[in-house]
């Protein structure tokens, strides 16, 4: 009944789902699977198609995906980066080994959900590159249709007596359990039998007592160690109406009971969270074996795996945290390019494939650590890098008049210039402008008085515009203040690039430039990190201090015309100066040009 262990099999298929990614790197994730699928610990599961109860799941066939993993968000806000991380792991291992990923919301909490919420993860989880769907189902589980069987749960556990109505306030409640220290104190409730328990609490379901009057407890140890197995509290009272089951209930399960049956209704094999839970692992446990002896769920049940959660220096990922920032109007949405939201740092140019790498490369691991912000910004440059479509863009303009174009080119001459969009793919063909009597260059790229190893303009020096001629710079002009208004060079002769005369004049500088003839007016938005401290908000900071108030800077540009055509969320390199991406919102192809900074070309904030 069991497959041989993957590790002594010897000659392995290579189409053999146990067999290890190649180039995935391992984790304690991975082995655990691997020891699972090679002990054939999931091997007589069943899965009926849908979730469901045991006798539900027993009428089906053996399960045909090897394992199941889930990816549980609870729609009260935007998914941010760590949300993606879980993403990946979760998919991502389902994928490797042969299985499938739930999508399931987590719904069990009737305040603060909302179907935006919901819809924007769907797009989050689709757009990163993922799906859920199976033959016959492509909509997303919700943990809000197992209300019924949570119900039903309820019951048996009071009729087996492992669990009791607590009528004790919640101060009450709260000095009984005791601390770390200190053993819990039972509550006079505790001794009811059955049936009394059961009465009072179809009593709850129909109404009958306030809100917070009363609540349903796990009967397990009072003096436990760990203070989650002293007689946790699984169902509330709270009138609410609820985004999908509307005012059917008037009770609801604690997150602690309904997540473990969430899981063993959709025959999760792997239930994979952050550390926080560790200590709810033991209830977790309790609870699958109390809902098998009373064969109400299949065996075997699903295990919950903890795995460290994302800290990302310079960032705040608490979905509370961001719901400020966007209420308070500290920035433009939650789809702001600032944002660490996944709407966010798609807007700002990061991929799919970007983040996935990322998520690959900071791996799992079992203890808490900070991942600093340069390896997510590694990431989106290593996959824009062999991807994006190379352009010049002049950020600070400053006008360079070639005072002998005239002559040399012939008065109001155009000279047709041309670049690859990508240096190592000639497949993606050229980009075409033309140069004039005067061009756009930065306005950095000019020094009257150069310091020590500047190589580009300054009077008597010689640079090349980059897929054009070799100039000589004369001087500049200047207004009343002193302040430069325009550069002036005169144009060398059979010097362009790509021509046999190319190489006859040797210069130190290459400096880009964008014709005044072609170039299109663009608005480029120059992002920068959205907190100045490394841990916004560790050991109780006020995150809202270290808000960078220069963190969006607004910059009127002159841009090469092949990108007045560039779609909404096209990315570039604009040479010399970083990757930008064009707006999704703003950029509307040949009317208004907007381009957001996605990242630098090298990293600039380290050291
Ligand atoms: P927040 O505290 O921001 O509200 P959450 O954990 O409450 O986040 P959920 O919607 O419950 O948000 O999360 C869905 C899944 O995403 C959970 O399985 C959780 O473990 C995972 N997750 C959330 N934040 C992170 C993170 N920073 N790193 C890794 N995984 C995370
Ligand atoms: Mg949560």
Redesign the pocket.
Known sequence: MSHPPAATSGAKSPAAPEAPNPGKASNFLRQIIEHDLAAGTYATRRWAGSPGDAAHQAAGPLDPARIRTR????P??YL????A??ICLNFGLARDFGGVCHLRF?DTNPEKEDTEYVNSIIDAVRWLGFDWSQPGNDKPYQASDYFDFMYRAAESLIQAGHAYVDEQTPEQMRASRGDFGKPGVNSPFRSRTPPENLARFREMRDGLHADGSMVLRAKIDMASPNINLRDPAIYRIRRATHHNTGDTWCIYPMYTFAHPIEDALEQITHS???LEFEDQRPFYDWLMERLIEAGLLASPPPKQYE?A???LSYVV????K?AQLVTEAKVNGWDDPRMPTIVGLRRRGYTPASLQLFAERIGVTKSDSWIDYSTLEGCLREDLDGSASRAMAVLDPIKLVLTNWDDVMGAGALDACSAPRHPHHPALGNREFVMGREVWIERSDFEETPPAGFFRLFPGNKVRLKYGHIIECAGALKDANGDITEVHATLIPDTKSGTPGSSSVKVKGVITWVGAHDGVAAEVRMYDRLFSDEQPDAGGKDFLESLNLHSLKIVPAIVEPSLAHALPDQKFQFERLGYFVADRIDHVAGAKAVFNLAVGLKDSWGK
């Open positions: 990816f549980p968000p609870e009260n806000g941010h980066v760590g949300h991380k879980s987590d994979i969270c952050t795995f959660r994302l800290n990922t608490s979905k509370r961001l």
